[in-house]
C-alpha cells in the first residue's frame, strides 16, 4: 500500500497537470486571426495547448489497450483473444479487415487521419508560438521553451505512430493549406528519416534530462534519445536496409535502401548507447529496477518474484527505468477481464505456446537454453515436466497448469479454468503480467503503461554491437545484466553472431511481453518471410504431427497452445492427478504480404487522390 500511496502522490498529480488542464482552443481551427493571436498570447492558454497534446499522444498510443479493449498482443504470436467487444484481434488474424472497412471500428485512435489531426494541433502550436512570440511562463521562465520542444517531440512520436502502421507516410513538419494543399505524397523512407530526426534534435538539444517531480510525465531528453534510436534500428532493419518486402515492394524510394549498409547500425549503437550513458546531475538518468532482493510474493508458491512485479509498480522503476510513460493508461479493473473465471474473470489475451516456449530452461551448468535447443534436453530439460526451472519471467508473466495464483492451484483441465470452458482459456495459459496478487476487485491504484523502457533501448545496442561484430562483449554484458535483474542465468560462453542473434531476438520477446513491442519488430525484421522461417513452416508443414515441430514458424500463421490429459502414467502431478502435457494446434491465422502494414480506408485516398494505397492491398 506504501508504494500506491507514493504513486497517488508523485503521479497522479502530473497525471491531472498533463491530462486534465487542457484549453480546447486547438480542437478546431481558430475562427479568425484575433482569436488565434489572442490564444497564443496567453501563457496559460500556450501551456494548455501544450498539454492538450498530452492527451492526444495518449489517444494515439493507447497502451496496454492498444486495440481498444485488447493489446497489440492480441495480433501476434504472443496471445489469442476471446470473442468479447467484436473480437477484434480475430478480425486482425484471419483477415477481415481491409480498404473498404479499414480496421474494426472499435480500434479507434490508430487510424491515418486520426494521427494527422493530432499532427495538425502540433504543428499549429508550434507556428503559433513563432508567429505570435508568445509569452514564456512568468512564474518559472524557460517553461515556454521546454514546451515547444516537447511539441517538436510529440509531432515526431505521433509520425512514429503513424509509420509503425502504415509504412512510408507524409511527414507534416508544416500547417497545411487545406484549401489547396493537397496534393499529399508519401515520402521516401530516407525523407522521412531526416525530418523525424531533425524534430528529435530539435528536443535533445532543448529539453532537460530530468523534469521537476511536480512535473513528472513530461518528456524529457532521454525520451527523444530513446525514440532516436528505435527510429536508427528501424532504419537498420531489413525493412529499410537491403530487404525486400514481399510482393510487390513498391514503398517509396525503395530503390534508395535497396542495398545492405552496415554503417546503419554502427549509428543505432550509437544512439542507444547515448540514453544508456546520459546523465543527470552527473548521475545516470536510467537504470534497471533493482528495488527487492530474492523476495517472492507471498501467494505465488515462491515461484514469482516481487522484483519483477514491482518493475509495474514502484515509483523508483517508473522513475529510472521508464523512458517514456503512459500515466494513468487503465486502472486496476483491467485485471478482472483477464483473469480466470474462476476469480471471476474473463481471461480476455491468452498467451500461446508459441511465447511460453521463448522462456529459456535453466541448465544444470548455470546457463539459460532455449527449450527447443538440443542442448536444453542435455542439460536437463524434461518435456514431461515442462515449467520446470525456467526463466523466472515465466512464472511472472504467465499462469499454467499447475501453477499457483492467490493461494489456489490453476486447473487447465478440470473446473471453471479448464481449456474451453465459460470464459476459460483456449491456449491452456492465462496472462499474468502487470497483475497483483493482492487485487480483490476493490482497488483504486493506477496502471502506468512503459510505453519506452530502458530495456527495449540496451537490446537494441546489443543487437548492434553483434552486427558489428560478431560474439560481441559488449551485447554478453548487457543481456547478463539483464537477465541478473530478474534472477535469470546468463548467457552460454563463446557463441558466434547468429547464436548470440537468437539470443537477443528471445530477450527481447521474454522482457518486453505484452508491450506492444512483438508486432512491430517481427515485422521491421521481415521475420515472417525469413528463410529460415519459411523452411521451418515448410518442415512443420510436411510432418504427420506438426504440434509435435517445434520451435514454431515464426510466420504469423499458426498459434498453438498445451493441454493437460490424464495420463495414469503421467509425470505431471496436479491436485492428485497425473498428467500428460500435450502440445496442440489451435488455429490457422492470415498472413500475407499485406500484413507489413495496414492500408488506407478508400475515403482517404478519394480525398487525397495522390496518396497511394499500402503495398500488397
Known amino acids: 500500500m506504501k508504494i500506491r500511496k507514493y504513486l497517488s502522490l508523485i503521479i497522479l498529480p502530473g497525471a491531472i497537470l498533463l491530462f486534465n488542464s487542457c484549453s480546447k482552443f486547438l480542437d478546431r481551427q481558430p475562427d479568425n486571426q484575433i482569436d488565434e493571436q489572442a490564444a497564443f498570447s496567453n501563457w496559460d492558454q500556450v501551456n494548455g495547448a501544450a498539454n492538450r497534446l498530452y492527451r492526444d499522444m495518449r489517444e494515439r498510443d493507447r497502451g496496454i489497450v492498444g486495440l481498444q479493449d485488447f493489446s497489440i498482443s492480441g495480433i501476434t504470436d504472443e496471445c489469442k483473444g476471446t470473442q468479447v467487444e467484436q473480437a477484434i484481434p480475430d478480425q486482425f488474424n484471419f483477415g477481415s479487415f481491409g480498404p473498404s472497412i479499414g480496421m474494426p471500428s472499435k480500434a479507434n485512435g490508430m487510424y491515418w487521419n486520426d494521427f494527422y489531426t493530432s499532427i495538425r494541433r502540433a504543428n499549429v502550436f508550434i507556428a503559433g508560438v513563432e508567429k505570435y512570440k508568445s509569452p514564456d511562463n512568468p512564474l518559472q521562465p524557460g517553461d515556454l521553451k521546454n514546451r515547444v520542444a516537447e511539441v517538436r517531440f510529440i509531432r515526431a512520436y505521433l509520425h512514429f505512430l503513424a509509420t509503425r502502421w502504415y509504412g512510408d507516410i507524409v511527414y507534416m513538419d508544416r500547417v497545411a493549406d487545406l484549401a489547396g494543399d493537397v496534393a499529399f505524397v508519401r515520402e521516401p523512407w530516407p525523407t522521412f528519416l531526416k525530418k523525424i530526426l531533425a524534430d528529435l534534435d530539435f528536443a535533445i538539444a532543448e529539453l532537460p534530462a530530468r523534469h521537476l517531480d511536480i512535473e513528472y510525465g513530461r518528456v524529457d531528453k532521454g525520451a527523444a534519445m530513446a525514440l532516436k534510436a528505435i527510429i536508427l534500428y528501424m532504419n537498420a532493419s531489413p525493412m529499410y536496409n537491403g530487404g525486400k518486402l514481399p510482393g510487390n515492394d513498391s514503398r517509396a524510394g525503395r530503390e534508395t535502401y535497396s542495398a545492405y549498409d552496415e554503417s546503419k547500425w554502427k549509428l543505432a549503437a550509437d544512439a542507444a548507447k547515448a540514453v544508456m550513458d546520459l546523465k543527470n546531475n552527473a548521475a545516470p538518468r536510467y537504470s534497471l529496477y533493482a528495488g527487492k532482493g530474492s523476495d517472492f510474493q507471498a501467494e505465488s508458491n515462491n515461484k514469482v518474484y516481487a522484483r519483477i512485479k514491482q518493475i509495474y509498480i514502484d515509483g523508483a522503476s517508473l522513475q529510472n527505468e521508464y523512458i517514456l510513460i503512459l500515466t494513468n493508461n487503465k486502472n486496476e479493473a483491467w485485471q478482472g477481464d483477464h483473469i480466470p473465471p474462476s476469480y471471476g474473470g474473463g ?11 521463448e522462456y529459456e530452461f535453466i541448465g544444470n551448468d548455470g546457463f539459460g537454453y532455449a ?8 542439460k536437463g530439460f524434461d518435456e514431461n515436466l515442462p515449467y520446470e526451472k525456467r526463466d523466472p519471467r515465466f512464472y511472472s508473466d504467465i499462469m499454467y497448469h499447475g501453477s499457483t495464483y492467490q493461494n489456489k492451484i490453476i486447473n487447465t483441465a478440470t473446473g471453471a479454468d479448464r481449456i474451453g470452458a465459460s470464459n476459460a482459456t483456449s491456449t491452456g495459459y492465462y496472462l499474468r503480467k502487470f497483475y497483483h496478487e493482492d487485487w480483490k476487485r476493490s482497488g483504486g491504484w493506477q496502471l502506468h503503461f512503459p510505453a519506452i523502457r530502458l530495456p527495449e533501448i540496451q537490446l537494441i545496442y546489443a543487437e548492434a554491437m553483434n552486427k558489428l561484430s560478431g560474439g560481441s562483449p559488449e551485447a554478453y554484458t548487457v543481456l547478463n545484466n ?24 528471445r530477450e527481447r520477446r521474454v ?7 512483438r508486432y512491430f519488430y517481427a515485422r521491421w525484421n521481415l521475420e515472417p518471410d525469413s528463410p529460415e522461417e519459411l523452411a521451418r513452416e515448410a518442415a512443420y508443414k510436411a510432418s504427420p504431427n506438426p504440434p509435435s515441430v517445434w520451435p514454431y514458424p515464426r510466420v504469423q500463421r499458426y498459434a498453438h497452445g498445451m493441454r493437460p490429459v490424464a495420463d495414469p502414467t503421467g509425470t505431471f502431478d496436479v491436485q492428485g492427478v497425473k498428467y500428460k502435457m500435450q502440445r496442440f494446434k489451435l488455429e490457422d491465422r492470415v498472413f500475407t504480404s499485406k500484413n507489413y502494414y495496414f492500408p488506407l480506408v478508400t475515403s482517404e485516398i478519394t480525398n487525397a487522390p495522390t496518396l497511394k494505397q499500402s503495398p500488397n492491398w
Do not use: C, W
Request: charged share 25%; no cysteine.
Open 347 to 357: 481471461s480476455r489475451l491468452q498467451p500461446l505456446q508459441e511465447q511460453v516456449d
Open 371 to 378: 527449450t527447443y535447443d538440443p542442448q536444453a534436453k542435455a
Open 482 to 505: 539483464l537477465r541478473a535483474r530478474s534472477f535469470m542465468a546468463p548467457v552460454p560462453p563463446g557463441l558466434d553472431q547468429a547464436a548470440l542473434h537468437k539470443y537477443i531476438q
Open 511 to 517: 522482457e518486453l511481453f505484452y508491450e506492444n513491442k
